[in-house]
């Protein structure tokens, strides 16, 4: 099994900054792509960026040159700053991983999610 633990949401005012992170744990043997998605009530959850173990990265349009993702491969970890915040930008967002286990291969795996919100 893969446990993903999200930090770094909170409140934010417009304009402002966030860095979201996300490590992953457990019984892994190689992770593949890693990713941010968000989520408002009543909404599907939609990608936000994705990066693979290549560094190959995909943005949503919304947040094409505000966000950028990253990831440190020694770490297992998932990173998203955040830049020049809008309300809109408020949701849940959540870790999601690609990923082989022990137990699994190439297995999808969801982080609890962490709440950001955009507002004066």
């Known amino acids: 099994q893969v446990q993903l633990v999200e930090s770094g949401g909170g409140l934010v005012q417009p304009g402002g900054s966030l860095r979201l992170s996300c490590a992953a744990s457990?019984?892994?043997?190689?992770?593949?792509?890693m990713g941010w998605y968000r989520q408002t009530p009543g909404k599907q959850r939609d990608m936000v960026a994705t990066?693979?173990?290549?560094?190959?990265?995909n943005y949503a349009d919304s947040v094409k040159g505000r966000f950028t993702i990253s990831r440190d491969n020694a770490k297992n970890t998932v990173y998203l700053q955040m830049n020049s915040l809008k309300p809109e930008d408020t949701a849940v967002y959540y870790c999601?991983?690609?990923?082989?286990?022990?137990?699994?291969?190439?297995?999808?795996?969801w982080g609890q999610g962490t709440q950001v919100t955009v507002s004066s």
């Open positions: 999601h991983t690609i990923a082989t286990s022990t137990a699994l291969p190439y297995a999808h795996y």
């Open positions: 457990g019984s892994i043997f190689s992770i593949h792509a």
């Open positions: 990066i693979t173990t290549g560094d190959s990265t």
